[in-house]
């Protein structure tokens, strides 16, 4: 695999654990376990898709009963916000 930023091509798979800010910027959420690479040059880092993502299911999913920290499994695995439930 190549790394994203270099020319470096021996970079590793490997996890990371990052601070979100929720879409409504009120709170934040700890999510681990998130695929990332490792390059010797540029450290360890989520490709642009991932962040992507994982922005998309922050805005997708109700992570109400959730702690702040989740992985990044639960956060793929959590409900759909029902946008047709009125409260
Ligand atoms: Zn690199």
């Given at each position: 695999m190549q790394c994203t930023w270099c020319e470096k091509k021996e970079v590793q798979e490997t996890t990371?654990?990052?601070y979100?800010?929720?879409?409504?910027?009120k709170d934040?959420?700890?999510i681990s376990q998130i695929p990332?690479?490792?390059c010797q040059n540029c450290g360890i880092y989520?490709?642009?898709e991932m962040?992507?993502?994982i922005d998309n299911h922050l805005y997708m999913?109700?992570?109400s009963d959730y702690s702040n920290s989740i992985t990044f499994n639960d956060l793929l695995e959590a409900p759909v916000i029902d946008v047709?439930?009125?409260k």
């Amino acid at each position: 695999m190549q790394c994203t930023w270099c020319e470096k091509k021996e970079v590793q798979e490997t996890t990371k654990t990052c601070y979100w800010v929720m879409p409504d910027g009120k709170d934040y959420v700890e999510i681990s376990q998130i695929p990332a690479k490792s390059c010797q040059n540029c450290g360890i880092y989520l490709t642009d898709e991932m962040n992507q993502e994982i922005d998309n299911h922050l805005y997708m999913k109700d992570l109400s009963d959730y702690s702040n920290s989740i992985t990044f499994n639960d956060l793929l695995e959590a409900p759909v916000i029902d946008v047709f439930s009125l409260k």
